[in-house]
């Protein structure tokens, strides 16, 4: 029990930090990139606007082929990449190229179906006054998907966490590393445990954020 306790206060909040940068890099990047190509695969999509075919086929199949590597394969087909991008692929900064190659694609879908899911007809309305699809993006589109991107945002921070795990087999830092390294490697149940029980609440908290703020911009 004292070791366990040595162990978690000279290394948790250590890893607890690299987790939260590796998760809030990917996170970020992988929302906004991720947004701008599922806007894209709908806009290309809906009859409504542009409709391009092959251009949605094309897109379609390279996101699914990146979301279909299992993230531990992906992580280890990405190495080279993420030593060119940050030179120490086994840092936080190297796992956190990963996990935005791997959240990208993950939130595209998301948005895209964030989008899909908006009354027609609201934007055959929108569309009928003349507004540019920026405006109806602005006024109409993301007002509208707001709450699902919302739940989409929660789903892919959490899966991130999960991720961020991963990274930490590969000696890339966060609160996996902590598991892998004292928990595993040291045997030392209590650190497993701990690991597993600071997770559930960091995962509930996330989960309890996202659905009052979805709830929040639900239109009535």
Same mark, same amino acid.
């Given at each position: ?11 948790l ?11 809030? #890099?990917?996170g970020? #990047?992988?929302v906004i ?7 894209a695969?709908?806009?290309f ?13 094309v ?6 082929a ?46 895209e179906?964030?989008f899909?899911?908006?009354?027609q007809?609201? #934007? ?13 993006f ?5 007002p ?11 789903l892919?921070i ?12 590969i000696g890339?830092g966060? #609160?996996?590393?902590l ?32 659905d ?9």
């Amino acid at each position: 029990m004292n070791e366990t306790l040595t162990i978690l206060q000279q290394n948790l909040g250590q890893a607890l930090w690299e987790t939260f940068e590796m998760v809030f #890099i990917s996170g970020l #990047i992988g929302v906004i990139f991720g947004t701008i190509i599922g806007l894209a695969l709908y806009y290309f999509a809906s009859p409504l606007f542009s409709p391009r075919p092959v251009v949605n086929t094309v897109v379609g199949f390279i996101i699914n082929a990146i979301r279909s590597f299992p993230f531990l394969i992906l992580m280890v087909v990405l190495i080279p990449f993420a030593k060119w991008v940050a030179g120490d692929p086994y840092t936080p900064m190297g796992g956190a190229v990963s996990l935005t190659v791997a959240a990208v694609p993950f939130f595209a879908r998301l948005a895209e179906g964030a989008f899909a899911e908006i009354d027609q007809g609201v #934007i055959e309305a929108a569309r009928s006054t003349g507004a540019s699809f920026w405006l109806i993006f602005q006024e109409v589109l993301f007002p509208e998907a707001l709450p699902a991107l919302i739940r989409g945002i929660v789903l892919t921070i959490i899966s991130l966490i999960g991720y961020s795990a991963m990274v930490g087999t590969i000696g890339a830092g966060g #609160i996996g590393n902590l598991a892998i390294q004292f928990g595993y490697n040291r045997y030392e149940t209590g650190v497993l445990i701990s690991v597993i029980i600071i997770l559930v609440i960091i995962v509930q908290v996330i989960q309890w954020i996202g659905d009052r703020l979805a709830a929040h911009f639900t239109r009535a």
